[in-house]
């Protein structure tokens, strides 16, 4: 019963009124199961399934790219681009170290031809110099960060082709195949109060999508980070962007 889909969220969701986990199960009615989720402690907190259920479907709309994916794509390259990996920063500083090196090897120079030092010196010195420049120059023309790059995109496009299907996936797949979209969207559990999913955390580019959808600035010093909330209202009407106001 561990997979029965009336009871699809089990796993995934933690009681607003005390924290702890939700479980799930059916009491039989006259004629019906009827199916709750409900805390595992004594705090008395349950929750219809099927409504809980159908909001969260409903929620899960909210993540449809609708055309937006080129978007998202941008965003998540400047991100990548910020904090895993620099290439023009990184240039720069290959570039600054050949300078320092040059300069080093004039100097040095300079203080053979004033007799500062001896013939001797000088070649130790520019040998190590020179090795240590061409290594670096070796370095820049590489050109890896562009590899790099490329892969990225790629990487990005079938992500985002992915999860242009999520939403579809997600109402007509079977329960494992939603159980998992679940699972990678949302790496913590979610809070169902009756009305409202929150979480506090949620997947980087579902994160995104969110937000655009929802007319949150991508800036996100000025929301409230992280909390989201999944109203199936928003859902519905579509038109009620939570904006900034600022
Ligand atoms: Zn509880």
Same mark, same amino acid.
């Given at each position: 019963m561990l997979s029965d889909e009336n009871l699809l969220l089990r796993g995934f969701l933690v009681c607003p009124e005390c924290g702890r986990n939700l479980t799930g199960s059916a009491s039989k009615g006259r004629t019906n199961r009827y199916y709750y989720y409900h805390c595992v402690s004594s705090c008395g907190f349950r929750q219809k399934a099927e409504l809980a259920n159908d909001i969260f479907e409903k929620s899960m709309r909210q993540f449809a790219l609708n055309g937006s994916a080129q978007?998202?794509?941008?965003?998540?390259?400047?991100?990548?681009?910020?904090?895993?990996?620099?290439?023009?920063?990184?240039?720069?500083?290959?570039?600054?170290? =050949?300078?320092? #090196?040059?300069?080093? %090897? $004039?100097?040095?120079?300079?203080?053979?031809?004033?007799?500062? *030092? &001896?013939?001797?010196?000088?070649?130790?010195?520019?040998?190590?110099?020179?090795?240590? =420049?061409?290594? #670096?120059?070796?370095? %820049? $023309?590489?050109?890896?960060?562009?590899?790099?790059?490329?892969? *990225? &995109?790629?990487?990005?496009?079938?992500?985002?082709?992915?999860?242009?299907?999520?939403?579809?996936?997600?109402?007509?797949?079977?329960?494992?195949?939603?159980?998992?979209?679940?699972?990678?969207?949302f790496p913590e559990k979610l809070e169902f109060d009756g009305k409202t999913y929150r979480t506090a955390r949620m997947n980087v580019i579902a994160n995104y999508i969110f937000q655009i959808n929802n007319g949150l600035p991508q800036n996100k010093n000025r929301t409230n980070e992280n909390q989201f909330h999944l109203s199936c209202l928003v859902a519905e009407t579509g038109i009620e962007p939570v904006t900034s106001g600022l």
């Open positions: 978007i998202v794509k941008r965003l998540l390259l400047d991100n990548y681009k910020k904090f895993v990996k620099n290439p023009f920063g990184e240039k720069k500083q290959i570039a600054q170290e =050949i300078d320092k #090196l040059n300069a080093r %090897l $004039s100097v040095a120079c300079n203080k053979l031809l004033s007799e500062i *030092i &001896d013939d001797e010196e000088y070649l130790e010195i520019k040998d190590e110099c020179k090795t240590r =420049i061409e290594s #670096l120059e070796e370095q %820049l $023309s590489k050109d890896g960060s562009d590899t790099d790059k490329i892969n *990225i &995109d790629k990487s990005l496009d079938r992500a985002l082709k992915y999860i242009e299907n999520i939403p579809k996936m997600y109402s007509e797949g079977e329960i494992n195949t939603r159980r998992s979209i679940i699972g990678s969207i």
